[in-house]
């Protein structure tokens, strides 16, 4: 089976700094990738997806997100991070061969940004 | 602007009771999942169904947990009897399928239920 590893459970930064969080993923076929976040007190909200194509994704609110597939790696990146950036972030990874539609999601990882 | 609707929002109750949690997915999408969310566990997948029919609900302890799908437009998850641990946020996410030979496996989610039981 598939799995998903976030390997930063928290991450505290200041405003303004840089954002890299690690993600990666066991299976070695072709798959969808996904990051998610979870603001609090709310629901898991799409931040960005990777389907095919160039691997470098840009999603909403400045996120971006590398394919790196001979790292089983899709870390997501943020070059200067807000306070309203606070969340949990949640990588995601399907078989994009596979008609199940089921999503292998990590632990998620808590950002914390001080003003 | 399509989204998932889940109610209650908010439910508490006491051990022993049932409960019913209801899951309307965005018209249209023909899969259905169910999570639990806890502090201690994350993000569980507890079952999903494409087109009504259950694929996987190897997830969910079967003694006290049932889900269904009675029509397109409705799923519900149901505890009966519930106990303290089942404490948690449950999400209903929705999806489809946007080609006949990829499945692109995006999922919608709802804003939860947030289940206390006492």
């Known amino acids: 089976a598939q799995s998903v590893s976030q390997h930063n459970h928290h991450v505290i930064l200041s405003e303004a700094a840089s954002l890299e969080l690690g993600c990666n993923y066991s299976y070695g076929g072709t798959v969808n990738l996904f990051w998610y976040v979870q603001y609090p007190g709310q629901h898991l909200q799409l931040l960005l997806k990777y389907f095919s194509g160039d691997p470098l994704v840009k999603g909403i609110k400045g996120f971006e997100a590398e394919f790196i597939k001979s790292k089983f790696s899709f870390n997501l990146r943020k070059p200067s991070v807000q306070w309203s950036d606070t969340a949990e972030y949640f990588c995601a990874a399907a078989d994009r061969g596979s008609t199940l539609g089921r999503l292998y999601f990590g632990r998620g990882t808590q950002l914390t940004v001080w003003p | 602007d399509a989204r998932v609707t889940q109610t209650p929002r908010h439910k508490v109750t006491e051990m022993g009771q049932e409960v019913t949690m209801r899951c309307q997915p965005i018209?249209?999408?023909?899969?259905v999942f169910w999570y639990r969310q806890t502090m201690m566990q994350g993000l569980e997948l507890l079952a999903y169904?494409?087109?009504?029919?259950?694929?996987?609900d190897s997830g969910m302890p079967k003694d006290r947990f049932s889900a269904e799908m009675p029509d397109a437009t409705l799923a519900t998850l149901k505890i009966q009897p519930s106990e303290p641990r089942d404490s948690a946020v449950y999400f209903c996410?929705?999806?489809?399928?946007?080609?006949?030979?990829?499945?692109?496996?995006?999922?919608?989610f709802g804003p939860g239920t947030r289940l206390t039981v006492l």
């Open positions: 169904f494409r087109n009504r029919a259950p694929l996987d």
């Open positions: 018209l249209g999408h023909n899969t």
């Open positions: 996410a929705s999806g489809t399928r946007t080609s006949e030979s990829v499945s692109y496996n995006e999922q919608f």
